[in-house]
Each structure stands twice: as structure tokens, then as C-alpha cells.
């Protein structure tokens, strides 16, 4: 079984950054992709950033040239640095990964943005 853990959630003023992490543990061989989306309410999951197999990041319009997806290998973490907030980025960022062919989810990590 594979568990991720999003932290890193936090209420920020308009302008602000934060980092929010996602540590994936269990019985890991290989991740294959992850993934960072997020909900706001009354609003759709929406894909935020991604890595895929090789690395190649992908970032949706809205958050492209302030938010920077990355990950540290050895310790099957994913973070999103997440800067020039604003209060539409307010939403609970989950974290997503492929881990041996087979989708996982975190429970979820509340960003709130005050104007």
C-alpha cells in the first residue's frame, strides 16, 4: 500500500508564497508521474503542475511563471513553490502519483489566500 502525505497548507496574504510538499511512502518501485491539482469550492479538480516519467514539467496557464513543481528523488517527495499568490489560488491542493501503474491521492492540504 501507498500513502501521500500533502503539508506545507497555510492562510497567506495576496502577494505571498508558500511550499507545499507531498511524501509518498510504502511499498514504492518506481513512480511513474506526479501530480498537483487542486478544488476550490463549487469549482472542479483541476490539474495544477505536473512531472512526468522523465521529468518534464507541466504547469496550467493560471499558475505558469509563479508556481515551480519539483521533486527530491531519494526521498519520493514532490513539492510546489508556489509564489505571487493570489485569492483565486485559494482551493485544497491534493497530490497526486503513479506508483507501479496504479493512481494514489493525498488527503488534501487548505491554501487560503486573503486579498
Known amino acids: 500500500q501507498v500513502h501521500l502525505a500533502e503539508s506545507g497548507g497555510a492562510l497567506v496574504q495576496s502577494g505571498g508564497s508558500l511550499r507545499l510538499s507531498c511524501a509518498a511512502s510504502?511499498?514504492?518501485?518506481?513512480?511513474?508521474?506526479m501530480r498537483w491539482f487542486r478544488q476550490a469550492p463549487g469549482k472542479q479538480r483541476e490539474l495544477v503542475a505536473s512531472?512526468?516519467?522523465?521529468?518534464?514539467?507541466y504547469y496550467a496557464d493560471s499558475v505558469k511563471g509563479r508556481f515551480t513543481i519539483s521533486t527530491e528523488v531519494a526521498a519520493n517527495t514532490m513539492y510546489l513553490q508556489m509564489s505571487s499568490l493570489k485569492p483565486e489560488d485559494t482551493a485544497v491542493y491534493y497530490c497526486n502519483a503513479n506508483v507501479d501503474l496504479k493512481d494514489y491521492w493525498g488527503q488534501g492540504t487548505q491554501v487560503t489566500v486573503s486579498s
Open positions: 512531472l512526468d516519467v522523465v521529468n518534464n514539467p
Open positions: 510504502g511499498a514504492i518501485f518506481r513512480i511513474y508521474g
